[in-house]
């Protein structure tokens, strides 16, 4: 089936140093999602993204996060700076459509920061 | 607040034998309700979703999932369980509100013994 590709699988980088998350989504899919998920806790939303603007976020999406997709090419989440709680597993989704669609998942990027 | 549990953190059945992982959910609208499966080193797969209709959905491999308002459940069942069903489960709920976000489960991890 489809797939979402994500890169890297693994980043370890000093805690205010910026970070760069890259998700390759399916090809024809329209909307894009990062959610985060902390260890032994629940996954959890972040941002959903849709023709070149931020449609929804959560209060975990700090000041420092933003995202984007310049020309088609990996949705990107950024973190800048970087802090400790920010180490996490993030997990890239992507969309056909929009409410209620079936969102398919990358395998995610383990994230540490020290 | 929109929540989803699932209380059963491990659940460990034999092979052949029938399966069911428990999910709740807290919505006070009308739900849309899925399954997803992780297996290792591999993004989320939806296993089945419920749109308001027929309680009971079927979704792949022979899992299907019933759906009940009065107890606010959304348990997943398969009759025959199979050593490759080895994964983590997430119940998720998607809000009815306009919104695109998931809302997780904290997985249920499924071992299955020989």
């Known amino acids: 089936g489809p797939k979402v590709l994500q890169i890297p699988s693994h980043q370890i980088i000093d805690m205010g140093q910026m970070v760069t998350l890259n998700c390759d989504p399916v090809?024809?899919?329209?909307?894009f999602y990062w959610y985060k998920q902390i260890l032994g806790q629940q996954m959890e939303f972040l941002v959903n993204?849709?023709?070149?603007?931020?449609?929804?976020k959560s209060k975990l999406f700090k000041d420092q996060f933003s995202v984007e997709r310049p020309d088609g090419s990996y949705f990107t989440l950024k973190i800048q700076p970087t802090a400790l709680e920010d180490s996490a597993v993030y997990f890239c989704?992507?969309?056909?459509?929009?409410?209620?669609?079936?969102?398919?998942f990358g395998p995610g990027t383990r994230l540490t920061v020290l | 607040a929109q929540s989803v549990t699932q209380p059963d953190a491990r659940v460990t059945v034999s092979e052949g034998a029938s399966l069911q992982l428990r999910c709740k959910y807290s919505?006070?609208?009308?739900?849309?309700l899925f399954w997803y499966v992780q297996y290792p080193r591999q993004g989320l797969q939806l296993l089945l979703k419920?749109?308001?209709?027929?309680?009971v959905v079927q979704g792949v491999n022979g899992f299907e999932a019933e759906f009940s308002k009065s107890n606010s459940s959304f348990h997943l069942r398969k009759a025959s369980v199979h050593w490759s069903d080895w994964a983590v489960y997430f119940c998720?709920?998607?809000?009815?509100?306009?919104?695109?976000?998931?809302?997780f489960g904290s997985g249920t991890q499924l071992t299955v013994m020989p």
């Open positions: 989704a992507s969309s056909l459509v929009d409410i209620y669609a079936e969102q398919f």
């Open positions: 090809s024809n899919h329209l909307y």
């Open positions: 993204f849709y023709n070149g603007k931020v449609m929804e």
């Open positions: 919505y006070f609208g009308t739900p849309y």
């Open positions: 419920y749109y308001p209709g027929d309680p």
């Open positions: 998720a709920v998607s809000m009815t509100s306009g919104s695109w976000q998931l809302i």
